[in-house]
């Protein structure tokens, strides 16, 4: 699944997650490629704006969306700091995302390669092509930094 071992869009997801981070929320940052370009990006924010869908993921899409027009992101690729998990991967088959491309695995929460592992359950209408790893050391010991600073 991986064999991408960095990338100037995860590089860009991360910044996103570092500022969810330093706005107290779970860092997690995503952005949506068309062309080679960033069409769409976004970082965790359900506390800060009280809404429990406002994942990274999610902003990111809608973003694009807004910004080709479009709710089908045909073509398009996500670039995420964390494996999606069920709400966010079935958002990604609707908006007909292309690729994703996540860094850390979250064997808990995730539902790509772990949990329901979504889009090879036979009723996904669109699947993704998948590729995990990339920069998941980064993403794992921002995860890591943020979660100690809340126990400790």
């Not at 690729?77 to 609707?94: Q, R, S, Y």
């Amino acid at each position: 699944m991986s064999g991408f071992p960095s990338s100037p869009f995860m590089a860009r997801a991360l910044e996103l997650a570092r500022a969810a981070a330093a706005a107290g929320e779970v860092p997690v940052g995503a952005v949506v490629v068309r062309d080679g370009q960033i069409i769409g990006e976004g970082a965790n924010a359900p506390r800060t704006q009280h809404d429990p869908t406002a994942h990274a993921e999610i902003a990111a899409i809608r973003a694009a969306s807004v910004a080709i027009n479009s709710e089908r992101l045909t073509g398009c690729d996500l670039w995420v700091t964390l494996e999606p998990c069920a709400m966010c991967a079935g958002a990604i088959a609707h908006a007909r995302i292309a690729r994703l491309y996540w860094a850390a695995d979250d064997p808990k929460g995730g539902a790509v390669a772990h949990g329901p592992a979504l889009f090879g359950q036979p009723t996904i209408h669109h699947a993704p092509e998948c590729y995990g790893g990339i920069m998941a050391g980064e993403s794992a010991e921002l995860l890591r930094a943020f979660f100690a600073s809340r126990r400790g």
